[in-house]
């Protein structure tokens, strides 16, 4: 590998904003309470703060709906609080990355307001988004949004369908129009120069749509074609990301990160490659796509759990497809995404702590640059809602209303399930601090509520107990910094593993050393032997000893030899 940048080498840390600390006591987190929080995250060790979007919105998807891509959400604070977290954060060596959302903006952007005000050929604003006439009184082609329902609306006004591949209330930017591009690429360089430290961008292998739009294939019970997997990688992305690293990033010491969906291990190292012609890495979504439905109509909706094997494969192939081209990230879960030790792990009481810590290890031990989704830390479980009417995410409602009431595919009771192990609301319960009331997120009802198990899993309990997931994490975060391996090494599995069904064992080495992990994910013990030296050293565990080949459930526990072992 070249010579390391920054990022290499950094751990991030993700903050939804909505969810992460109420200063105002309106039940909404803001700008102030993580200003409050800083010290706390600077005490983890980790380098950057990602922040999900705080601008201008009327938040009909959290916030991933712009109306105003220079303003504050009032709701979360002001500029000059933003310029104050930038400042105190910059203060703690902590950097600060933005969500970029230009896929598509609010409908109640300026540009929007404008696109449809008229059709006619004088009005420039039209083609910022992406017009198009009816085909025999229909939709202009068969795509399903991503949240449900078709990925058209119609303007009684024009007589024309604009597109949305998520809420008709999200548009899709028209990335084919230069202006603008040139418009998002001012407004990026417009951010710098309040001196953030660079962007994680929403669905950016969206932005180059087909030639013609054509239809989607559509399998089995499916009313709508699958326009993610039409859009995904599109003709000129790589030519509008080469351009947006040639106007912008190219002039930052930046770290960027593409969130990706439907990018292949071959797609990602142009995306991600170490050139530095694009961007610095991308989050990939095979491996949170593994334990979908079956039925394609349902997508992501199942209560399905992965297998090790298949999770294991996957993972080894991006390991091993990237190193030395490009770059991973490395994440269990994100505010899309049900929480880690809930779908991977074991979120009852006598298995939670093991198997949070042991998943943690599993991923910080790999290469690339993890990301801790706030309350990870802390093995925060799913939210165990028992009725539907307690959750809020827009992509959960809607699903439920089409699977159960539309097109009934789905008993309502197996659709709960479903949303218990899938919904995007598991991973947004406000952040458990104390066991005060409402885990001392707010004083005032939160807009999504707490999960109950806030009085036993917080951070007060755990800064204090050596044992805690939180310390765990804090001393995987403190391996990365001080084992160069950790970053720079080779990664392979251990002879023989690709084939067993509990434990994953893999190895990492440089000239100078090798690191060997090594984690049951079962809850039973389990005898495994494997070839290395005797001479090692312990770096970290999950129980309170080794036993050598006695595997316990959800044992970690990764090794360090001063030597290079290959195989
Ligand atoms: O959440 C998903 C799984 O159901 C994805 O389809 C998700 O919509 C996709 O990962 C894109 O996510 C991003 O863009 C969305 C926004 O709702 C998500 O929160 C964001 O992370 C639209 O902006």
Redesign the pocket.
Known sequence: MSKQKWWQNAVVYQVYPKSFQDSDNDGIGDIRGIINRLDYIAQLGVDVIWLNPIYKTPDI??G?DISDYQDINPTFGNMSDFEELLAKAHARHLKVMMDL?VN?SSFEHEWFKKSLASSEPDNQYRDYYIWRDPVDGHEPNNWGS?FSGPAWTYDEQSGQYYLHL?AKE?PDLNWENPDVRNNIFDMMNWWATKGIDGFRM??ISLISKPKGLPDAPLVDDQVYGDSGSMVANGPHVHEYLQEMNHKVLSKHDWITVG?T?GVTTEEAQKYANVDDSELNMVFQFEHVSLDGNTNPALG?WSDRRVTLPELRANLVKWQKSLAGKAWNSLYWNN??QPRAVSRFGNDSPEFRVLSAKMLAAVLHFMQGTPYIFQGEELGMTNANYQTLSQYRDL?TLNIYEDAVNKTHLVEPETMLNYLRARS?DNSRTPMQWDNSHNAGFSEHDPWLSVNQNYTTINVKEEISDKNSVLNFYKHLIDLRHTLPVITDGQFDLVIGNEDDADVFAYQRYNESQTVLIIANFTDTTLNRHYDFPNEHELLIQNYQDDQGDTLRPYEVKAYRYNTKITH
């Open positions: 998807d959290g991933y959302v598509h991503f998520f999200q929403d669905v969130e969906a992501k505010h899309d992509e995007r």
